[in-house]
């Protein structure tokens, strides 16, 4: 089983910004998401990238304001959080998996077999 091991969350004021890193412990080409959830609430795909071709989808939400990135080694995922607002505040998971039927959906949680166990983004008001 891939492990994911998420780190870069934090608190801050809206407005302020945040990167989160997402390491795997396997390089193949694979699809990469950030999901978020808070408390009785659904998990919400964030942003998705496939490794292999920079291919990336993102929510209506965090469009303009977010950026999901990976580094050459194709088991690194970023997500740089810009113009942070108090509704992005939800813990974060990182997700990734090979099934290639997550290129039609890419921010359907249930796609994903492998996940980390999350890192806490609480924005301010």
């Known amino acids: 089983q891939m492990q994911l091991v998420e780190s870069g969350g934090g608190s801050v004021q809206a407005g302020g910004s945040l990167r989160l890193s997402c390491i795997a412990s396997e390089s193949n080409k694979k699809w990469m998401a950030w999901f978020r959830q808070n408390p009785g609430k659904e998990r919400e795909g964030v942003a998705a990238?496939?490794?292999?071709?920079?291919?990336?989808s993102y929510a209506d939400s965090v469009k303009g304001r977010f950026t999901i990135s990976r580094d050459g080694s194709e088991n690194t995922m970023y997500l740089q959080m810009n113009s942070l607002k108090p509704e992005d505040t939800a813990m974060y998971y990182c997700?990734?998996?090979?099934?290639?039927?997550?290129?039609?959906?890419?921010?359907?949680?249930?796609?994903?077999?492998?996940w980390g166990q999350g890192t806490q983004v609480t924005v301010s008001s």
């Open positions: 997700a990734a998996g090979y099934d290639y039927t997550i290129a039609r959906s890419p921010l359907s949680a249930r796609k994903y077999k492998n």
């Open positions: 990238i496939y490794t292999a071709g920079d291919v990336t």
